[in-house]
């Protein structure tokens, strides 16, 4: 299970990835269940890995950037 400092991330980020109806939670609870998922908090956004590859990067305010295609990417609330 990856250790996040919660602090360190921008408060928006925050809200939508560790409270229970934030858009970016089921993305939280996939990355603590997929011991093959990593996350890494750069500049205040989310870097996620897969196997040591980077799939996704979530911001606050910013849409999310994919960066490989991945079946996390499909938690992402569609716009």
């Known amino acids: 299970m990856p250790t996040i400092d919660p602090t360190n991330l921008c408060s928006h980020l925050r809200?939508?990835?560790f409270e229970t109806d934030?858009?970016?939670h089921p993305i939280w609870a996939?990355?603590?269940n997929d011991p093959e998922l990593t996350a890494a908090v750069r500049q205040r956004q989310l870097h996620i890995y897969r196997n040591s590859k980077?799939?996704?990067v979530l911001a606050g305010k910013s849409a999310p950037k994919i960066?490989?295609?991945d079946k996390i990417c499909q938690l992402l609330p569609q716009s």
Do not use: C, E, S
Request: hydrophobic share 45%; proline share 0%; glycine share 6%.
């Open 30 to 32: 996939a990355i603590q």
């Open 15 to 17: 809200k939508k990835l």
């Open 54 to 56: 980077k799939i996704l």
């Open 22 to 24: 934030g858009v970016y």
């Open 67 to 69: 960066i490989r295609d």
